[in-house]
């Protein structure tokens, strides 16, 4: 059975960091690429960074130089460290599991969410 539960949100200034991790179960991280994807309220969910099976990342445009993602391939846990917060980073943020090993592939598993919300 996949699981994938984030914890890690809350409430943060403006300018300051939050570490979001994903415990992942039900299949190994090494073997399919994650992300992690946010859905502010009243828009459609984003992708935010995404980190390959073999360790190459991509990010969505406002979260480089900000974020960054990693992976403990050991403790199959995925991070995303979030350094200068911004209001607009305030969100509910999921991580997913995708189909193939690539960022390119579509999401097949979901994390439940947890909410960041970045006060001015």
């Known amino acids: 059975q996949v699981q994938l539960v984030e914890s890690g949100g809350g409430l943060v200034q403006s300018g300051g960091s939050l570490r979001l991790s994903c415990a992942v179960s039900?299949?190994?991280?090494?073997?399919?690429?994650t992300g992690w994807f946010r859905q502010a309220p009243g828009k459609e969910r984003e992708g935010v960074a995404c980190?390959?099976?073999?360790?190459?990342?991509a990010y969505e445009d406002s979260a480089k130089g900000r974020f960054t993602i990693s992976k403990d391939n050991a403790g199959n846990t995925l991070l995303l460290q979030m350094h200068s917060l911004k209001p607009e980073d305030t969100a509910v943020y999921y991580c997913?599991?995708?189909?193939?090993?690539?960022?390119?592939?579509?999401?097949?598993?979901w994390g439940q969410g947890t909410p960041v919300t970045v006060s001015s």
């Open positions: 997913a599991a995708r189909y193939g090993r690539g960022c390119q592939s579509g999401v097949r598993y």
């Open positions: 039900g299949f190994s991280l090494g073997d399919y690429a």
């Open positions: 980190i390959s099976s073999d360790g190459m990342t």
